[in-house]
T-cell receptor, first 113, second 114 residues
Framework: GENVEQHPSTLSVQEGDSAVIKCTYSDSASNYFPWYKQELGKRPQLIIDIRSNVGEKKDQRIAVTLNKTAKHFSLHITETQPEDSAVYFC????????????FGTGTSLTVIP | GAVVSQHPSWVICKSGTSVKIECRSLDFQATTMFWYRQFPKQSLMLMATSNEGSKATYEQGVEKDKFLINHASLTLSTLTVTSAHPEDSSFYICIIPRRVTEAFFGQGTRLTVV
């Protein structure tokens, strides 16, 4: 099955700096890669996603890049703010696999004011 | 409004008792629902795939007799933790996919077994 790895597990940045979280996946059939932000005790919320036919997608301060050949994708947060502090999960999914989502291990991001 | 409703949001039970968690799709019919478990400071781990009208598919290492899943209708799946023990204490979340690019999360259920 699919195996998703995520790095780093913890990340601290100064407010205003950028944060980058990286994920790799193993199954080349995966074609959808969402990123979720989870605040303490709450359900994960989708913040951005990318499909395999696109190399990059941006939404204001958040961007995601995908390298299909290398099977890795990254989340970029620019001009970080304290409210960006949360746990971020990447995931991989494939339509042919019944839409199961395989999650990365999570990155705890702390933005220091 | 909410697309998925999961109940209860938290529950405390005594060791040896059973707990039922419900996951409801409010806006669309769902033939498939996923049950995940999340331990503190860890990722979401797929436990099983709930299939309407058929048996659930369990991930390796998940005891099907302990985690009973029933998906009797297109809008409801239930997860029953039988004979719960403290090590079953966790955050359980259902996820309902609608399309490849759409997945709706339940609110999650924090289970504490004492």
């Amino acid at each position: 099955g699919e195996n998703v790895e995520q790095h780093p597990s913890t990340l601290s940045v100064q407010e205003g700096d950028s944060a980058v979280i990286k994920c790799t996946y193993s199954d080349s059939a995966s074609n959808y890669f969402p990123w979720y932000k989870q605040e303490l005790g709450k359900r994960p919320q989708l913040i951005i996603d990318i499909r395999s036919n696109v190399g990059e997608k941006k939404d204001q301060r958040i961007a995601v890049t995908l390298n299909k050949t290398a099977k890795h994708f990254s989340l970029h947060i620019t001009e970080t703010q304290p409210e960006d502090s949360a746990v971020y999960f990447c995931a991989a999914s494939m339509e042919s696999g019944g839409n199961q989502f395989y999650f990365g291990t999570g990155t705890s991001l702390t933005v220091i004011p | 409004g909410a697309v998925v409703s999961q109940h209860p949001s938290w529950v405390i039970c005594k060791s040896g008792t059973s707990v039922k968690i419900e996951c409801r799709s409010l806006d669309f019919q769902a033939t498939t629902m996923f049950w995940y478990r999340q331990f503190p400071k860890q990722s979401l781990m797929l436990m099983a795939t709930s299939n309407e009208g058929s048996k659930a598919t369990y991930e390796q290492g998940v005891e099907k007799d302990k985690f009973l899943i029933n998906h009797a209708s297109l809008t409801l799946s239930t997860l029953t933790v039988t004979s719960a023990h403290p090590e079953d204490s966790s955050f359980y979340i259902c996820i309902i996919p609608r399309r490849v690019t759409e997945a709706f999360f339940g609110q999650g259920t924090r289970l504490t077994v004492v």
